[in-house]
């Protein structure tokens, strides 16, 4: 029973004796204490109130978990299952369901106290995710439209195909319950390695969807690298830190010398024998911003010259259209039509093209990648 047999009432609590209708209700049984009468008021509780539930009374996270080890059924019904509900698994402290997104590269979904429909945990907004700020809501029947949506900002998309693991976590008191998701496999490991080796290079790296492409964002101090157009034999490799997509950005401040004879102007490549892809600025013939693809092969986006021993941001983006356009100090320089493919076998090289060909010659700083094309 309550501490000194006390009853206690307060919005959604109800303490009683007896009545075993409330949402949450204490009675004795040879000393012992119970929580309701059948799974259900455990269920509604648990998931209304969280961990913090029984705070004012003493009890605390303990006595909450002591309730069962599984406090309710939690289902997921989703746009990838036509909505019908699905089980999520519980592995002792929160909910999970794998899923691989459609071709859409998007999906939407709800979750469900015992898959039903009259009982369902919605977002306060439409499109919730990671980066929108919303609140939990339910359950109840209220939450048509209301969805949780998987790939709809920048810092959770994945093309399709991409598997993602959703968690609904009981948290802390200040927050009983959170809905989050990430992207596993072997897609979520090569973003990991990307963000470990260019952290570790001193280089900026996010995947944010910031609204221009024009440089000194609100990021870390960027790392000055000078590399003086000669193989020193220090390799500036980056493995497998980062592939194309069907959509990029690739952004750098560079400082190249005028019409050097060397200038090699590899900023980023990744090449195997003729395959593979090139940002190169400036170029040697023409002192612009060009893109080699060996699918579409050596093209000038722009006619700026950035070989000026002057500091510019050079931006190029390439949309799932196959548009390419090239950004000078945030201003567009040009556009053409190109045709660009990830060449998973192949090494990242920062300054070349490989140890010894397309070496740079200049300084480059702040070499940023995003997965989506951003606008100027």
Request: net charge negative; glycine share 12%; charged share 25%.
């Amino acid at each position: 029973p309550p501490p000194n047999g006390k009853r206690s009432k307060g919005g959604v609590i109800h303490f009683k004796a007896r009545d075993r209708e409330e949402a949450l209700c204490w009675y004795g049984d040879e000393g012992n204490r119970h929580v309701g009468l059948e799974p259900r008021h455990v269920q509604a509780v648990s998931v209304r109130l969280g961990a913090n539930l029984l705070d004012p009374l003493g009890y605390g996270e303990d006595a909450v978990r002591s309730w069962s080890s599984r406090p309710l059924r939690i289902f997921i019904a989703g746009s990838w299952g036509s909505y019908q509900p699905a089980p999520m698994a519980w592995n002792g402290r929160s909910f999970m369901h794998n899923l691989r997104i459609g071709r859409d590269g998007k999906e939407h979904f709800q979750l469900l106290l015992d898959g039903k429909w009259e009982s369902v945990l919605y977002p306060s907004v439409a499109d919730a995710g990671p980066e929108v700020d919303h609140e939990i809501l339910g359950p109840d029947s209220m939450g048509h439209g209301k969805n949780w949506t998987i790939g709809r900002h920048a810092r959770d998309r994945g093309p399709p195909g991409t598997h993602y693991k959703v968690e609904l976590v009981f948290g802390d008191p200040d927050r009983p319950m959170l809905v989050r998701w990430e992207s596993a496999g072997p897609e979520a490991a090569a973003r990991r390695a990307r963000e470990a080796v260019l952290q570790e290079a001193g280089l900026g790296s996010s995947l944010d969807h910031p609204s221009s492409a024009s440089a000194a964002a609100a990021l870390p101090p960027p790392a000055l690298r000078h590399l003086g157009g000669a193989w020193d034999g220090v390799p500036m490799n980056l493995g497998q830190a980062y592939d194309v997509g069907d959509a990029f950005t690739i952004s750098v401040d560079l400082r190249a010398p005028t019409g050097h004879e060397e200038q090699g102007g590899r900023v980023l490549a990744k090449r195997k024998g003729r395959s593979g892809w090139e940002l190169v600025a400036p170029r040697r013939e023409t002192g612009g911003v060009s893109f080699y693809s060996s699918s579409g092969g050596h093209l000038d986006i722009g006619t700026t010259r950035v070989d000026d021993f002057e500091w510019h941001h050079v931006a190029v983006t390439f949309s799932q259209q196959g548009e390419m356009r090239s950004y000078i100090d945030g201003r567009l320089d040009g556009e053409v039509a190109h045709i660009v493919r990830p060449q998973p076998e192949a090494e990242l090289w920062l300054g070349t093209r490989n140890e010894k060909s397309g070496l740079f010659l200049g300084d480059l700083r702040d070499v940023q990648v995003f997965d989506c094309a951003l606008g100027a």
